[in-house]
């Protein structure tokens, strides 16, 4: 009875799973099937799922007629060297608050906490204030600069470097490494999994982010891919479905690719991180 028990949990839980599963995908699926379709069959009532014809022509448009390529070069810089600059400095900070003691330690890192419960928007104007005044709007500078800086990840990295064991650091110390060795040489390499981790969340969140792309960049020639298939939505291509439903699904592989290969690490970075607070 219990073995039959069991079983059955299993079913139900499977069947649970899948209809989750179905779910999260049907749009995905309609976006991918709509980026095939004709315009008259995207507004055609009833839906039609399937397109009459598969052919590419959607997608030829999209990136001949479009400069999409140009805005995927735009995303593809920003959002590089935003993970490349956020990993390297936050983790730098990350060190420090787990390893190093130093005044006013606790109450700055209290101050960084504080910053995870501001809702981004409200910082928006000032951030963008300054960069006006650096003359850095309409520029990569003004794009990377102000993303950079990350609490969130400074805090995951911080759980990280927790779990490491301190005699690695003393034996290194009586080597004489400096501190900026120690977290090279020594701590970092350990940390491949959380910074994947970490990597995988911005790449995600800077490569959709809206917001800021549109504040900062007012001009064709630094527009990025979220910002252009917002410009999509009506204006001048109109509802024209099946351009905007081809566009997204090539703003949408990269994530998704990425997703896939870092996986492994992105899960268990993600469990580590939350060892030891």
Do not use: H
């Not at 309609?30 to 052919?55: D, G, Q, R």
């Not at 110390?173 to 060795?181: A, E, H, L, P, T």
Request: charged share 10%; net charge positive.
């Amino acid at each position: 009875m219990i073995l039959k028990k069991v079983k059955v949990s299993r079913l139900v839980s499977f069947a649970v799973l899948l209809l989750g599963a179905a779910i999260m995908l049907i749009p995905f699926i309609w976006m991918v099937l709509t980026s095939f379709k004709t315009f008259a069959e995207t507004v055609k009532l009833p839906i039609v799922w399937l397109p009459s014809s598969w052919k590419l022509d959607n997608y030829t448009y999209i990136l001949d007629k479009m400069n999409f390529l140009l805005y995927y070069r735009n995303t593809f810089i920003m959002t590089t060297l935003v993970v490349i600059g956020q990993l390297f400095i936050c983790s730098l900070a990350a060190y420090a608050f787990a390893r190093l003691r130093f005044p006013g330690q606790g109450l700055i890192f209290a101050s960084l906490l504080l910053v995870l419960m501001v809702p981004g928007q409200m910082t928006m104007i000032p951030r963008y204030l300054m960069v006006e005044r650096f003359r850095w709007t309409d520029t990569f500078m003004g794009l990377i600069l102000p993303l950079v800086p990350s609490a969130y990840s400074t805090f995951l990295l911080r759980q990280f470097f927790m779990t490491l064991p301190k005699d690695l650091e003393e034996a290194a110390r009586i080597d004489g490494c400096s501190y900026f060795r120690t977290y090279w040489n020594i701590l970092l390499p350990l940390c491949t999994s959380s910074l994947i981790a970490c990597g995988i969340l911005t790449f995600m969140d800077i490569w959709n982010g809206l917001l800021w792309p549109l504040i900062v960049c007012n001009t064709e020639k630094m527009r990025v891919l979220s910002v252009a298939l917002s410009a999509m939505q009506g204006g001048q291509y109109g509802t024209r479905y099946q351009y905007l439903m081809a566009a997204s699904v090539l703003a949408t592989l990269p994530t998704i690719l990425v997703f896939i290969v870092g996986q492994k690490y992105f899960i268990q970075g993600i469990a580590l991180s939350g060892i030891k607070g």
